[in-house]
């Protein structure tokens, strides 16, 4: 029996020095083979063998994502039975994220908790007294993934999905109605109030995909801003931490008017850091621009790095710019000392416990930068690289992306003037791609939406 | 000595009817048992046949050889195609029809078939040995016997009649309930319910005065139900429409004082699709005014029916209430509404076949299941049938998957899904919607019913040659490629946006606002041409609709696709749930309870997660009765 095709990690995804991506399925070889650029094709490499060569989204181009190794098992003698691929790529959360993206993109799906195994199971590959233990994973990870969910029910991606399945939801049932119901009395939906729901779905899942914090963090960085009062050496931080010299560094308070930004690579960790003018109250014009720009850039920050003079005590104007960054951002700051190559000063507790991390610096010597760099990687790991996380973040970007091609359909249809059945059909599939994260919508829940909203029935 | 049968129906409403018809027609030899011969294939609410997802079914039921349709086209007085302002897949239609002559028909038909003989009697009970229906016994202690047994008591199971305050028991108006059965499954173990339906007075014609209300045609050139037939000429009677006033819900609100559904005497769960007007003016209170449609009874009656309604309240008030209507000040009752009650079975315990899982042989099909409507009843009448016919004969069971019928969508639902009120078919429960259309239930489903030996082969092999048109046509119009020339000025005639480089008629058709006899001047082939045969327009009526929306066709398909390798996994009805510790608790009580035949139907009952179907499909494995 024809199988779909499925891919996982297969290692636990993080700072390991490889990772194993698993693709099974009879698709698996010409999927893989649409991204390998090799010395070898997939299809002329013999069983059991490997294969070096570069992953890329277009194999005409020259851009790729990683030099990887192909080890390919073909069926019955692989793990699953299946014809089955391994891609050992290095170890870095982005890698593998843009691997499996474009192994998705390629008409493949995730696999779903203990799936190989099952697989592996059903084609005859395990011991049959390893049903029940098989039985057990699915269970534990279907557990797993469920505290996963419950753990996102708080976060907001879970309300901004119910609250699409809600607006899913109203439109389906008015067309449902004047499907089901055409001969009663009840008012038809205008097709420009679908229009109208369904644009605004279109932005809303727009919003929701290009803010999907995995991605932007992975892919382009988790944003970091240097910020505090005027004078306390951000920028030689920031110079420090390029080891070059960009910004300019003077003595005159307020030399930084315009933000930079400069990206750094830590562990294979993108990072990209933005050097303000600092939040001081001026009347210059110049300045003043600098100070909104400033705003801007803190409102944007993943993470923001809050500098101070620890030579010298705290001013008022260190208490102010706290309070000014509390304002713009929920996000976590780190309290930076620097200058702690000098004889330091007493800093408020208070002022310190306004902080969720806290490292002493040298901008000068370099002094406090490994645990910096350390803290770093620690905030952009701390999420993201937990197995179930990855796997769990991809499969939220999928289904995203799906309701959007559905929304899409509809909205061709409304377009093109179809009548309600076409449209509904999207919707619904709309509706159950949803569904897969936050629960389904089963067409009963829809009928007695009808019949309690509605006066039905001759 | 008791008379042997091969199977027995009891209950000769529109469940019954299909299921002896079907039965005697397979060869079986077929005994129909009512409780009174004048009274077979009633009417019990609308005169009316069909309407939105019903239209559907009969049409369906008559693809594979049921006789409803048939029936409904030669005693029709109105025929309607409902949602002809939207997409083939939810037209559907209604017909007005003549009480009393769909009756007599319908017992014209079945004491002409051969095989099955009619009986009069009140069954009392049925005869179970060792886990199986052997036959029944009658009020007066005979006998009959039987391979298999198929229940169709409707609402009789215990009915029990309201109006007002008083109430008392019977099948339907002027009916005597049937007590024995129902008692008797109890005692078996069977789960009973306790199920309610209402339905509206009628009125003297004679005392309505028709020019106050807005008069209902039917459609002017009305198309048949049955695939038997081509046309139907009859001549059509009108409905009319009306609508209640603040008066009217006045009067309705002094009685509720009086209303067994308002007092808490009906327990049984009615339709909240079809309520009676009371439950209306109670839940919507802020609406003005209700429908109300009256609809013939029939060419050789006086009644009419009061459609948008049904009431129980006591008969003063349904009197002084119709009196408020406009056009219905002087109109005079010639039968009470009223509410019944009656026991179902929910169907949670039946096979996929309408077998019941508790004893073998015993079918239940229509109204006791929990179903309302004559359509649900008769397609759940032939399905058992067809069942027991088989089974009877050592063959493989006959159940029509959800993606080909509503029939299958039905059924599926039944036995997979628990029952909160009755259940009517909508398109919306229909997920393959778009593919289950009226236009192509011959192409869907005239199949089976050949191979049932239920239609005639001159009628089957007229849809392969239609069929086969089909196709070559589809192939043809990929090859046709127009002149820009000849085909340009076409296309501005009809405000569709000219071409630049040729493009194959297929190809323009997708468009929206193009039709095949657009290019009438330029092709001569009959496909093309205004005026073609039946046989040519029929051919062109589902090339249109093929390639106009293949692309939802191909998206639909592909769900199917996906569904199709659970659907074909078989589970042992036997299966012990209860071992796996790794399955929900839920899932293993509901599981346990359904016990469902394929992994499908497992995916589909509520409360079964994803990963209950995973491990499941794994212990099947286990037990080498599936593999991958």
Redesign the interface.
Same mark, same amino acid.
């Given at each position: 029996m024809e199988t779909d095709t499925i891919t996982a990690i297969a290692t636990p995804a993080g700072k390991g020095a490889i990772s194993v991506i698993r693709v099974s399925g009879d698709r698996a070889f010409t999927t893989v083979e649409d991204f390998f650029d090799g010395k070898k094709a997939v299809q002329d490499m013999k069983p059991n063998s490997t294969a070096v060569g570069l992953f890329k989204p277009d194999k005409s181009q020259s851009a790729f994502i990683d030099q990887v190794i192909l080890t390919k098992y073909v069926k019955p003698r692989s793990y699953t039975g299946e014809d089955l691929i391994e891609i050992s790529c290095h170890g870095s959360v982005y890698i593998v994220q843009e691997i499996l993206n474009l192994l998705l993109s390629g008409g493949i799906r995730l696999a779903e908790a203990g799936e190989f195994t099952k697989r592996a199971f059903l084609n005859g590959k395990m011991d049959l007294t390893q049903a029940e233990s098989v039985a057990d994973i699915i269970n534990a990870q279907t557990q797993k993934s469920l505290e996963y969910a419950q753990a996102q029910a708080n976060g907001s991606l879970y309300s901004d999905l119910a609250a699409i399945r809600e607006i899913l939801k109203k439109h389906l049932i008015m067309l449902e109605i004047e499907l089901d119901f055409s001969d009663e009395d009840v008012e038809k939906q205008d097709r420009s109030q679908i229009m109208e729901g369904l644009n605004r779905l279109e932005e809303e899942m727009n919003r929701l995909v290009s803010t999907f914090h995995f991605g932007k963090l992975i892919r382009e960085g988790m944003h970091l801003v240097l910020t505090g009062k005027p004078n306390v050496g951000k920028s030689s931080i920031l110079n420090r931490f390029l080891n070059e010299d960009r910004a300019i560094v003077s003595e005159i308070p307020g030399t930084t008017r315009d933000t930079i930004e400069e990206s750094l690579t830590i562990d294979g960790y993108l990072f990209k850091i933005s050097d303000t003018a600092g939040l001081r109250s001026s009347q210059d014009r110049l300045e003043i621009s600098g100070v909104e720009r400033t705003k801007k850039q803190i409102q944007m920050a993943d993470f923001i790095l809050f500098v101070i003079d620890g030579h010298k005590k705290l001013t008022v104007e260190d208490y102010e710019s706290l309070s000014a960054v509390r304002q713009l951002s929920r996000h976590k700051k780190a309290l930076l000392i620097n200058k702690a190559d000098l004889k330091s000063a007493d800093i408020d507790p208070d002022f310190k416990t306004s902080f969720d991390r806290c490292v002493a610096v040298s901008a000068r010597t370099g002094m406090g930068f490994e645990a910096l760099r350390k803290l770093l990687v620690e905030e952009i790991e701390n999420d993201q690289v937990q197995h179930s996380a990855v796997i769990n973040r991809v499969r939220h970007l999928d289904v995203l992306k799906r309701t959007q091609q559905y929304i899409d359909h509809a909205r061709e249809s409304l377009t093109r003037g179809f009548s309600a059945e076409f449209i509904a059909f999207d919707i619904r599939a709309a509706l159950n791609t949803v569904g897969e994260l936050i629960g389904e919508v089963s067409s009963n829940d829809i009928l007695n939406e009808i019949f309690s909203a509605f006066c039905i029935g001759k | 000595m008791a008379e042997q049968y091969d199977i027995i129906v009891i209950g000769a409403g529109h469940a019954g009817c299909e299921a002896a018809l079907a039965s005697a027609r397979m060869g079986a030899q077929t005994l129909l048992i009512t409780m009174n011969i004048f009274n077979i294939a009633q009417m019990s609410c609308n005169p009316a046949i069909g *309407?939105? $997802?019903k239209g559907h079914l009969v049409k369906e039921l008559d693809a594979l050889g049921g006789q409803m349709g048939i029936v409904a086209d030669d005693t029709g007085i109105q025929f309607r195609v409902?949602?002809k302002?939207? *997409?083939r $897949?939810?037209w559907s239609l209604r017909s007005q029809n003549d009480r009393i002559e769909y009756s007599h028909r319908m017992r014209n038909i079945i004491e002409q078939q051969p095989r099955l003989d009619i009986r009069q009697h009140h069954v009392k009970g049925l005869l179970i040995e060792n886990d199986r229906a052997v036959g029944i016994v009658t009020e007066v202690d005979t006998q009959f016997l039987a391979r298999a047994v198929i229940l169709t008591a409707g609402t009789f199971l215990d009915g029990l009649i309201h109006v007002g305050l008083v109430h008392f028991s019977g099948g339907r108006a002027g009916e005597m309930a049937s007590i024995g059965p129902s008692r008797q499954l109890k005692e078996l173990g069977f789960h009973v319910g306790r199920l309610k339906t209402g339905t509206p007075p009628r009125l003297d014609g004679r005392t309505i005065d028709f020019s106050q209300m807005e008069e209902q045609p039917g459609d002017p050139e009305p198309v048949p139900f049955s695939h038997h037939h081509e046309t139907c000429d009859q001549e059509q009677m009108p409905c009319y429409l009306t609508r209640t006033s603040e008066q009217t819900h006045d009067l309705l609100r002094s009685g509720l004082d009086r209303s067994p559904l308002y007092t808490g005497i009906i327990q049984g769960i009615g339709?909240?699709?079809?309520?009676s007007i009371e439950d209306?003016i109670v839940?919507?209170a802020d609406?003005t005014g209700?429908?109300i449609?009256l609809e013939p009874e029939g060419k050789s009656s006086n009644e009419y029916y009061v459609?948008?309604f049904a009431t129980s309240l006591p008969e003063d008030v349904q009197i002084k209430a119709i009196r408020s209507i406009p056009g219905l000040e002087r109109a005079k009752l010639t039968r009470l509404g009223y509410a019944i009650e009656y026991d179902f079975f929910p169907p949670s315990q039946l096979f996929p076949t309408l077998e019941t899982k508790r004893i073998q042989n015993l079918y239940f099909a229509g109204q006791i299941n929990g179903t309302s409507g004559y359509e649900e009843a008769a397609a759940q009448g032939f399905m058992a049938a067809v069942n027991a016919v088989l089974k009877m004969r050592g063959e493989n069971p006959f159940i029509l998957s959800r993606s080909e019928a509503y029939i299958g969508v039905l059924i599926d639902d039944l036995v997979t899904?628990e029952l909160?009120e009755p259940y009517r078919m909508?398109?919306?429960?229909a997920?393959h919607?778009?593919l289950l259309r009226q236009d192509n239930c011959d192409i869907r489903l005239m199949k089976y019913g050949r191979q049932l030996g239920l239609i005639p082969e001159e009628m089957y092999q007229d849809l392969i040659r239609r069929q086969q048109a089909i196709a070559e046509t589809k192939e043809m119009l990929k090859r046709l490629k127009p002149n820009l020339d000849d085909v340009n000025p076409i296309l501005m005639k009809i405000g569709a946006s000219p071409i630049e480089s040729s493009e194959s008629i297929d190809r323009l058709l997708k468009r929206?606002e193009v039709q095949l006899t657009d290019f009438a001047g330029i092709y001569e082939q009959e496909i093309f041409q205004p005026h073609c045969s039946r046989f040519g327009i029929k051919v062109r009526e589902q090339v249109e609709i093929d390639i106009k929306?293949e692309g939802?066709f191909v998206?639909?398909n592909e769900?199917i696709l996906k569904m199709k390798?659970l659907e074909e996994m078989k589970i042992d009805p036997d299966f012990n749930y209860q071992e796996?510790t790794?399955i929900s608790t839920e899932g293993r009580e509901k599981l346990q309870r359904f016990r469902p035949l394929t992994l499908g139907q497992a995916s589909r009952i509520?409360g079964v997660?994803?990963?209950d179907i995973?491990?499941l499909?794994?212990?099947l494995?286990?037990d080498k009765r599936l593999?991958?």
């Open positions: - | *309407g939105l $997802a409902l949602n302002s939207k *997409g $897949a939810v339709p909240r699709y079809c309520p209306k839940r919507f609406k209700h429908q449609f459609n948008g899904k909160e909508f398109t919306s429960r997920e919607r778009l929206p929306y939802f998206r639909q769900q390798q796996i790794a509520m997660t994803p990963s995973s491990i499909m794994i212990m494995g286990r593999r991958l």
